[in-house]
């Protein structure tokens, strides 16, 4: 069974673009979240999506949003880049729910924002 | 309230020893509380979890402790090898929060 997998592993950015990252989960999982990872504030929640609904968002600006499609695949997006935005960004995939069982994560898509 | 808080932020151990890592959460609305390694270059994978309805659960070298009063739980990692070399996340979640809260992580090293 394929894991999670995101694209692209790896990208370079400048200030004030955007990007869009893809994460095609687990054959079956219906969940998917999205989790940044930077040394200074560790893993942090950014949102779930669930039968293409957003059901949950963490604390990040209305410049981080996301979607998913009706096959569970999800996107997520971060307009007018900053230097702050660069790190490695998780995407998780669950049968269930996101916080009532086991995430299985990618190997995310490391952003570098110059 | 919703912080796990997370340490050591480094621990070394000998090959054969027990590696210790402690986390203690504040929110009694939690009910998950999973324990992650991550290894250089990829994501976090599943370890061991444990709910409060009990306060220790093992999985080969691996073992929860879990003290509901306390607010805290471990991972202890009896005979340690090289190979779990890693850094280490504890979480924590509630069902109705759908999503988990992570601790800071612990980068553990196991000397050979």
Redesign the interface.
């Known amino acids: 069974k394929a894991g999670?997998t995101q694209t692209p592993r790896y990208l370079i950015k400048t200030r004030g673009q955007q990007v869009t990252l893809s994460c095609s989960p687990i054959s079956g999982h219906r969940s998917v979240?999205w989790?940044q990872q930077t040394p200074g504030q560790?893993?942090?929640?950014l949102f779930?999506y669930?039968s293409e609904t957003q059901?949950?968002k963490?604390n990040f600006p209305g410049r981080f949003s996301g979607r998913q499609f009706s096959n569970s695949r999800s996107e997520m997006n971060v307009s007018t880049l900053e230097l702050g935005d660069s790190a490695l960004y998780?995407c998780?995939s669950s049968l269930n729910?996101?916080?009532?069982?086991?995430?299985?994560?990618?190997?995310?898509s490391r952003l570098t924002v110059l | 309230q919703q912080q796990v808080k997370q340490s050591p932020q480094s621990l070394i151990v000998q090959k054969g020893g027990i590696s210790i890592i402690n986390c203690a959460y504040e929110n009694t609305a939690f009910d998950y509380f999973p324990w992650y390694q991550q290894f250089p270059g990829k994501g976090p994978a599943l370890l061991i979890a444990i709910r409060p309805d009990v306060s220790e659960k093992k999985e080969g070298r691996f073992t929860i402790s879990f003290n509901k009063s306390a607010k805290q739980f471990s991972l202890h990692i009896m005979d340690s090898q090289p190979g779990d070399s890693a850094t280490y996340f504890c979480a924590a979640s509630a069902r109705s929060a759908r999503q988990l809260t992570f601790g800071s992580g612990t980068q553990l090293t196991v000397l050979p």
């Open positions: 999670v979240s989790y560790g893993l942090q929640f779930e669930f059901r949950n963490g998780l998780a729910p996101s916080g009532a069982g086991e995430l299985f994560f990618g190997e995310g």
